[in-house]
């Protein structure tokens, strides 16, 4: 137990240490491609857009990705601790639990189409905002 626990810690460790260094890579690549970027580009990039892909973005690697990669090494191992439990217990329900999974990933693939559209309909619709707000 005592293993299994310093294990989570040093993933959930590596994952927080991980979205700070992705966090550092992705406002440099995004500071350097805006600096080097011709004047035409600033004359027909409004700024608010450019405010707000540097806002939501750099939201998004700060909070976001830490807390989902963190939410997913929780869910993934009270996944597999459910599975070993069950079949523990009742050692027929393996057989239920393949197409389940199955079910579930195909979800979330589902889902994951539908995801990105909300994510750039919602940076859509904040562009006007900050573009009000920075002037």
């Not at 350097?32 to 450019?50: C, E, H, K, N, Q």
């Not at 579930?104 to 539908?114: A, D, G, I, P």
Request: proline share 4%.
């Amino acid at each position: 137990a005592g293993l299994l626990s310093q294990t989570i810690r040093y993933v959930l460790t590596s994952t927080v240490t991980g979205g700070t260094r992705a966090a550092k890579h992705v406002f440099s690549s995004m500071v350097y491609s805006v600096l080097r970027a011709p004047m035409s580009y600033f004359d027909t990039t409004p700024m608010g857009r450019i405010l707000n892909r540097f806002t939501y973005d750099m939201d998004v690697v700060d909070i976001l990705l830490t807390q989902s990669m963190s939410m997913f090494m929780i869910s993934c191992s009270w996944y597999f601790a459910g599975v070993i439990v069950m079949c523990t217990i009742l050692p027929w329900i393996a057989l239920a639990i393949f197409p389940v999974t199955v079910i579930y990933w195909v979800l979330m693939l589902h889902y994951r189409k539908s995801g990105s559209d909300l994510q750039r309909l919602d940076a859509v619709s904040r562009s006007p905002i900050q573009a009000m707000i920075s002037e």
